[in-house]
């Protein structure tokens, strides 16, 4: 299966954008980069998601790289209410739709 | 829309006993997965149903531990004589997918039942 790397954690100030990286060099032509993010004890949450066109929602902006061995989530103008674990996954096509999440990227963030 | 909706959100027991935990789905959604997440990881995938079958089964799901959807409803996800290392959150999701391919929908999660084995 194919696997993403992120960062361990990020720090943003309040009402500044944040940039999430992530690489998924092994990705395969139909694969979806998916974003889910989790706020203290809570069940994940959909952000956004793509294939290779840039894609933009009322949470966030995903831009995807030409060679689509990486992704980068931008939250446009950061809020205490962002401050979550963020995961960037990669949609199977022959697993039903299961979600395969890594460690993720801890976003602080700051007033 | 009322969610995911889990229960209990907490179980506290003793090892050895039998838990088991409830999952009611967003009511249009057809299909229901079971995650298994222990602090500082994210979640890892157990098992998914389409409807009331269940079409797929983690290695991380042993033979303690038994998932139903009768009717395509809800769902229930027992664990048998639990052990030390069952302590976790598990988490259930829905979403709405038809046919048996691949769905790029996304899914909604619950806020989850966090088991605690004394």
């Known amino acids: 299966d194919a696997k993403t790397t992120q960062p361990n954690s990020m720090e943003s100030n309040e009402e500044e954008p944040v940039h999430l990286p992530c690489n998924h060099s092994?990705?395969?032509?139909?694969?979806?980069i998916h974003w889910y993010r989790q706020l203290p004890s809570q069940g994940p949450e959909y952000v956004i998601h793509?294939?290779?066109s840039n894609v933009n929602n009322r949470m966030a902006s995903l831009a995807i790289a030409e060679d689509r061995k990486s992704s980068t989530l931008i939250l446009h103008r950061a809020t205490l209410r962002d401050a979550a674990v963020y995961y960037c996954?990669?949609?199977?096509?022959?697993?039903?739709?299961?979600?395969?999440f890594g460690a993720g990227t801890q976003v602080v963030v700051t007033p | 829309d009322t969610g995911v909706s889990q229960n209990p959100r907490h179980k506290i027991t003793k090892r050895g006993q039998n838990v088991t935990f409830r999952c009611d789905p967003i009511?249009?959604?057809?299909?229901l997965y079971w995650y298994r997440q222990t602090l500082g990881q994210g979640p890892e995938f157990l098992t998914y149903?389409?409807?009331?079958?269940?079409?797929?089964k983690s290695r991380l799901l042993s033979d303690r531990f038994s998932a139903e959807r009768p009717k395509g409803s809800f769902s229930t996800l027992e664990i048998q004589r639990t052990e030390q290392g069952d302590s976790a959150m598990y988490l259930c999701?829905?979403?709405?997918?038809?046919?048996?391919?691949?769905?790029?929908?996304?899914?909604?999660f619950g806020d989850g039942t966090r088991l605690s084995i004394l």
């Open positions: 999701a829905s979403s709405l997918g038809s046919g048996t391919g691949y769905s790029n929908q996304p899914q909604h």
């Open positions: 092994t990705i395969s032509g139909t694969d979806y």
């Open positions: 793509g294939l290779t």
């Open positions: 996954i990669l949609r199977d096509p022959d697993s039903w739709g299961k979600l395969q």
């Open positions: 009511s249009e959604h057809n299909r």
């Open positions: 149903f389409q409807n009331e079958a269940q079409l797929e």
